[in-house]
């Protein structure tokens, strides 16, 4: 079956398959984010913004915005480089008020290849942590810090 359109929305049917695509681009300290998805008959349709909303559940939801007050990661403290890189990668966060963090790097198909920081940050203390990219497969990786409800990301490309 296909998507059937109402009242001018594209409605998506229950059971199928669809390929949405997310691409993220870094422009320093403004990031873009853009989703589109391909209807079956190949047609590409960008999603607005609008009506993109980030899931959490009501109590989340309440106290995101108390935890996001008291607890800040800010992108210009989340830092990778090389980047690209052909070995290994150094990958440091700070931040501003101590808390929990949680700091991983996952692969394009969205599965966890290692958790580099997991647990409380100090206030103002650097951390430091070197990836080896040895072992794994050229190509693009996912690395997100996650401190008290906001979620960062950047994106590593290891090219040997």
Known sequence: STPTQQSGMIMLQAGQRYYIEAVLREFG????????????????QIIPG??????TTITETSTLAM?????????????????????????????????????????????LVKTLHAGKAEAGRAYQYEFDGNKYANGVYICRITAAGKTTVKRLVLNR
């Open 29 to 44: 300290s403004k990031d873009h984010l853009s989703v589109a998805w391909t209807m079956p008959e190949g047609t590409t």
């Open 67 to 111: 935890k996001q007050s008291a607890f800040e990661v800010s992108s210009n403290t989340f830092t990778a480089s090389p980047n690209p890189f052909t070995e290994k990668v150094n990958i440091g966060f700070s931040v501003e008020n101590e808390g929990d963090v949680s700091l991983e790097l996952f692969n394009m198909q969205g599965q």
């Open 50 to 55: 609008a009506n993109l909303i980030p899931y």
